[in-house]
């Protein structure tokens, strides 16, 4: 007669051997070493499309991975079936080291950092000079991102038939930013469309602005055999409505063809969801400096934790001394300052 309960003793357990026996555990994880390179080109609640060889793969994050996340931009190492077929699935074993991280979070007090991108080489801030109104401060806390990301920055302004460029413009010239200025009414074949596509090939590129600014429109314009869906301005609050909703790598098409497979894109754009907001609690303030060059030299003599923004700083006789323009120091203290003000000021 079987016991149960505080009766129970070792003679009374019953268990079924397994048919395929015991095996030790073990930490060793496959190789891999025949896996197939991928590009990510989307991420979709679990199922990552991935660019191999020329043809898109559906793809999972596998369990040897851990928490490890995998993004747009990533370089990964893909097994199982290749083939791109409906209905098939690969898995994702490795991801390779990336090259830079774009990251953002919620809000200036938010611990948790949130990967935009991997492997971008520049960070295109796109904003309109009209409908809705630019936004000076989150076109700098996204140029401190690109700083500290290691991205080459780009400055894009849409919408240039409903307000002059020149005034904003003048606000970050002393940063010697790169820009492209495009119109409504013309973003494919415009002048400042033709300046864009110079400045995109070639790169990774990676399209951030806050909603309605035009960004989609823009990466329709480049990319038109991927259309996505785009929204207006809501003309109560002035802000545009969120329609693109998860980050999506298109290659660009080499001039005069349109049509070419990805394998011979002339350069990838990343375009993202619209954001309201550009936390920059991760950010390390002290890196942003790497980007002055003509200032990085003068900080050296400054005291240990010097902000840049106080009394005794070294960089004000650097300066003065005739060592770098006084527009040029302006322009980083605004920088360096913008966790402490409110976006929208």
Same mark, same amino acid.
Request: net charge neutral; aromatic share 4%; charged share 30%.
């Given at each position: 007669?079987?016991?149960?309960? %505080?009766?129970?003793d070792?003679?009374d357990?019953?268990?079924?051997?397994?048919r395929r026996?015991?095996?030790?555990r073990?930490?060793?994880?496959?190789k891999?070493? &025949?896996?197939?390179e991928?590009?990510?080109?989307?991420?979709? /609640?679990?199922?990552? !499309?991935?660019?191999?060889?020329?043809?898109t793969? =559906?793809a999972? %994050?596998? *369990?040897?991975l851990? /928490? %490890?996340?995998v993004?747009?931009?990533?370089?990964?190492?893909?097994?199982? +079936?290749?083939?791109?077929a409906r209905d098939t699935? #690969?898995?994702?074993v490795?991801?390779?080291?990336?090259?830079?991280?774009?990251?953002?979070?919620?809000?200036?007090?938010?611990?948790?950092?949130?990967?935009?991108? #991997?492997? #971008?080489d520049?960070?295109?801030?796109?904003?309109?000079?009209a409908?809705p109104?630019?936004?000076?401060r989150?076109?700098? *806390?996204c140029?401190?991102?690109?700083?500290?990301?290691g991205?080459?920055p780009?400055l894009?302004?849409? %919408?240039?038939?409903?307000?002059?460029?020149?005034?904003l413009?003048?606000?970050?010239?002393?940063?010697g930013?790169?820009?492209?200025?495009?119109?409504?009414?013309?973003?494919?074949d415009?002048?400042?469309?033709?300046?864009?596509?110079?400045?995109?090939?070639?790169?990774?590129?990676?399209?951030?602005?806050h909603?309605?600014?035009?960004?989609? !429109?823009?990466?329709?314009?480049?990319v038109?055999?991927?259309?996505?869906?785009?929204?207006?301005v809501?003309a109560v609050?002035?802000?545009?409505?969120?329609?693109?909703?998860?980050?999506?790598?298109?290659?660009?098409?080499?001039a005069?063809?349109?049509?070419?497979?990805?394998?011979?894109?002339? $350069?990838?754009?990343?375009?993202t969801p619209?954001? *309201?907001?550009?936390?920059?609690?991760h950010?390390?303030?002290? *890196?942003? =400096?790497?980007?002055?060059?003509?200032?990085?030299?003068?900080a050296?003599?400054?005291p240990? $934790?010097?902000?840049?923004?106080?009394?005794?700083?070294?960089? &004000?006789?650097?300066?003065? +001394?005739?060592? #770098?323009?006084?527009?040029?120091?302006?322009?980083l203290?605004?920088l360096?300052?913008?966790?402490?003000?409110?976006? $929208?000021?």
């Amino acid at each position: 007669m079987r016991r149960y309960g %505080k009766h129970t003793d070792e003679d009374d357990i019953r268990v079924r051997p397994s048919r395929r026996g015991s095996r030790p555990r073990t930490h060793t994880r496959p190789k891999h070493e &025949d896996a197939a390179e991928g590009f990510v080109l989307t991420v979709d /609640r679990g199922r990552l !499309t991935c660019l191999v060889e020329g043809r898109t793969v =559906i793809a999972v %994050k596998a *369990r040897e991975l851990g /928490r %490890k996340g995998v993004v747009v931009g990533d370089r990964v190492a893909l097994v199982g +079936d290749l083939s791109g077929a409906r209905d098939t699935l #690969a898995r994702i074993v490795r991801v390779e080291e990336r090259v830079s991280v774009l990251r953002r979070t919620a809000d200036d007090n938010d611990p948790y950092e949130r990967v935009i991108v #991997a492997n #971008a080489d520049q960070l295109a801030v796109v904003t309109a000079l009209a409908d809705p109104e630019p936004r000076p401060r989150l076109i700098d *806390r996204c140029l401190v991102a690109a700083f500290d990301a290691g991205l080459e920055p780009l400055l894009v302004l849409t %919408k240039s038939d409903l307000a002059p460029a020149q005034p904003l413009l003048e606000t970050y010239a002393p940063l010697g930013v790169p820009y492209a200025v495009t119109s409504r009414e013309d973003p494919a074949d415009g002048p400042g469309a033709e300046e864009l596509r110079a400045r995109l090939r070639g790169r990774i590129t990676v399209f951030v602005g806050h909603s309605g600014v035009g960004k989609t !429109t823009l990466v329709n314009s480049l990319v038109p055999a991927r259309q996505r869906a785009t929204g207006q301005v809501n003309a109560v609050t002035g802000r545009g409505r969120h329609t693109t909703t998860s980050a999506l790598a298109l290659p660009l098409p080499p001039a005069g063809a349109p049509d070419a497979p990805p394998a011979d894109a002339d $350069g990838w754009v990343i375009d993202t969801p619209g954001v *309201r907001s550009f936390g920059l609690n991760h950010i390390q303030l002290s *890196r942003v =400096i790497h980007a002055f060059p003509d200032l990085e030299e003068g900080a050296a003599e400054c005291p240990r $934790g010097c902000s840049h923004n106080e009394p005794g700083c070294a960089l &004000d006789q650097w300066v003065a +001394d005739g060592h #770098a323009d006084p527009a040029r120091l302006r322009s980083l203290r605004r920088l360096l300052a913008t966790r402490e003000r409110r976006e $929208g000021d």
